[in-house]
């Protein structure tokens, strides 16, 4: 490729919304340009480096034995309905009708499809196992579209789905694409690291996520300093702290004017947080559910969505706390009625002694509350979301928090969706059995993203080699200077012949001008030809990653020179 020729326009300027360096290089560098909100065309080089990706994933799923199919990305609504996600998935789905005025969606995803295909093609256990995957476009209309390919409405996803006849088949599944996965990260040079995830109802090590620490990261992530043990902090469990030990005393009532905060209840009283329980209320479509944690303990909202069993948990109005009986600012678990709100109290809240709540009146908290005698919760679990030096729940020792990327997924959906819409086979003995599957997510186009939050520097985005868009940029310094411009496009020629994926930069451009974008577009190697690489027989290679200069000999096997750098980047 002649950059005279190359469809990169770069930017000087950066628009304002993009916040995220990947957005912000991916625009001054050329690589892609906005559409609507959180929908992009890939310009060429970007489209290269999505292919890399795409090679790598492709090479690694065939290798695990997966086979790649393409399902339709227009769905019928049917399908959604009998497995019930019609409704539930919400705002987020891309919806549409036909002329005749059918329902469609846009594939968020393919759980439906690809369950409904292999019911009709999968009768019998001898084809089993079957892993099959597609790459290609998903639609969710998200929220919060933002940080460029980060969090995009149309994006580039990998799916795989496995079928097995039993949890013994969906283990070895699961654990080949787990370690395809890790391959895959890993060819892409990226700093990565498995972590285990919710896995919603389903429960137990049913789920990982493959995150790329970077502070960018929209995921929090914990992991023990001590023993291997990493989680999305949604998931990180915690065990109850040490049951108290001190005699229960008399409730007793005590005003509080205006103290609406844990914190402020507390400094009123001169009582140390920790004997204090706050409430956090929430709205489902079970009704009002009220959650019960140490003042200096937060609620994870999706180990209550566990707990209770709901799909959506927003937060409740004054009006909904009125109608339970209690009031904002003052809630706390004695006297609330089960059948006006779901009450769940944190394991640890089960625990404490002589503790203050609020009264669920107005200006009135309680003092030396004690679990069981003054309330019973509806629901009793691990509700709380792990902090910072909080012990390890494997070894106890302290964890530490992180920002992460997620960029893949694996799933043990076990049989949620064969039963849903009866996608069963028949075993040795002839008997009717639903299939056990898997799913498994890579966000390629996410992956090119997190790839430059974590490479890149003032001057712009260092590719890894693995899923550079090319791999070695030829600078002629003076394109007017016959011999040496012969002398870079001979090189130009050699290189592409080798197989070495190389541009020339033929502009009649001052050298500055050409490096800045060099630098910018982060080819991985950069080679000037002046009158001195001529006179002195030498070659200057900069490598983009370290700054480093060589000098490689043209009177050695130069080529050979530059493969091993490549290799080794
Ligand atoms: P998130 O929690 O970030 O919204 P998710 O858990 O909903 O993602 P999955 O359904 O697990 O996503 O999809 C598989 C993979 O697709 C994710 O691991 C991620 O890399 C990618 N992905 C999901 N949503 C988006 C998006 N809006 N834009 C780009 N990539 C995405
Ligand atoms: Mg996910």
């Not at 999305?232 to 609406?260: F, H, M, R, S």
Request: with cysteine.
């Amino acid at each position: 490729m002649r950059v005279s020729r190359l469809y990169a326009p770069t930017l000087r300027e950066v628009p304002a919304e993009a916040e995220v360096i990947s957005h912000q290089l991916m625009l001054r560098a050329g690589f892609m340009r906005k559409a609507a909100g959180g929908i992009y065309s890939y310009l060429p080089l970007a489209l290269r480096v999505l292919k890399k990706i795409e090679t790598i994933v492709r090479e690694e799923m065939d290798r695990a034995g997966a086979q790649e199919l393409l399902m339709p990305i227009v769905q019928p609504a049917e399908m959604w309905q009998e497995s019930g996600r019609w409704d539930v998935y919400g705002a987020e789905m891309f919806r549409l009708n036909d002329r005749h005025s059918r329902n469609f969606c846009l594939g968020p995803t393919h759980e439906e499809m690809v369950t409904t295909l292999i019911r009709s093609d999968v009768r019998s256990y001898r084809q089993l196992p079957l892993n099959v995957y597609q790459i290609q476009n998903k639609f969710r209309d998200e929220r919060r579209p933002r940080f460029g390919l980060m969090r995009g409405r149309e994006f580039i996803m990998k799916d795989a789905y496995s079928f097995d006849r039993d949890e013994a088949g969906l283990d070895s599944a699961y654990k080949a694409m787990y370690e395809a996965y890790t391959r895959i990260f890993t060819r892409c040079g990226l700093n990565f690291r498995p972590v285990e995830a919710d896995s919603g109802a389903i429960g137990g090590s049913g789920s990982h996520e493959f995150m790329v620490i970077a502070e960018s990261g929209e995921a929090e992530i914990v992991f023990c300093s001590s023993c291997s043990y990493a989680a999305n902090v949604e998931k990180a469990e915690l065990k109850p702290l040490e049951t108290e030990t001190e005699e229960p005393g008399t409730v007793k009532q005590v005003e509080t004017p205006n103290c609406k905060t844990i914190a402020a209840v507390c400094q009123f009283l001169g009582l140390p947080v920790e004997k204090s329980v706050k409430a956090v209320a929430y709205k489902s479509e079970k009704g009002l559910i009220l959650c019960f944690v140490r003042g200096d303990h937060e609620v994870n909202e999706v180990k209550v969505i566990n707990t209770c069993g709901v799909n959506n948990l927003e937060m409740a109005s004054e009006e909904d706390l009125l109608n339970a009986e209690t009031v904002p600012g003052f809630m706390g678990p004695v006297g609330l009625k089960h059948d006006k709100a779901v009450v769940v109290a944190d394991n640890t809240v089960m625990g404490m002694r002589n503790f203050c709540c609020g009264a669920n009146k107005v200006d009135v908290h309680y003092l030396n509350v004690n679990p069981k005698r003054d309330f019973e919760p509806t629901f009793t679990a691990d509700i709380r979301l792990i902090q910072e030096s909080d012990p390890c729940p494997h070894c106890g020792a302290k964890v530490t928090k992180a920002k992460g990327i997620e960029v893949g997924q694996v799933f043990k959906l076990f049989t949620k969706y064969s039963e849903a819409l009866k996608a069963n086979y028949l075993d040795e003995n002839g008997k009717e059995k639903p299939l056990v599957m898997g799913c498994y997510g890579v966000g390629v186009s996410r992956t090119m993203a997190a790839a430059i939050e974590q490479n890149n520097d003032e001057d712009g985005i260092i590719w890894p080699a693995a899923i550079a868009p090319y791999q070695v940029l030829v600078v002629p310094v003076n394109v007017k200077d016959e011999e040496s411009n012969n002398f870079a496009e001979g090189l130009y020629e050699q290189l592409l012949q080798s197989g070495i994926e190389t541009v020339i930069d033929d502009r009649k451009e001052r050298p500055g001008v050409k490096f800045k974008d060099a630098d910018l577009i982060g080819y991985p190697l950069r080679i000037v030809v002046g009158p001195k690489t001529l006179s002195e027989q030498m070659l200057e290679v900069k490598l983009r990653k370290s700054g480093e200069i060589r000098m490689l000999s043209l009177k050695e096997d130069y080529l050979a020179d530059i493969r091993s750098l490549l290799n080794g980047m």
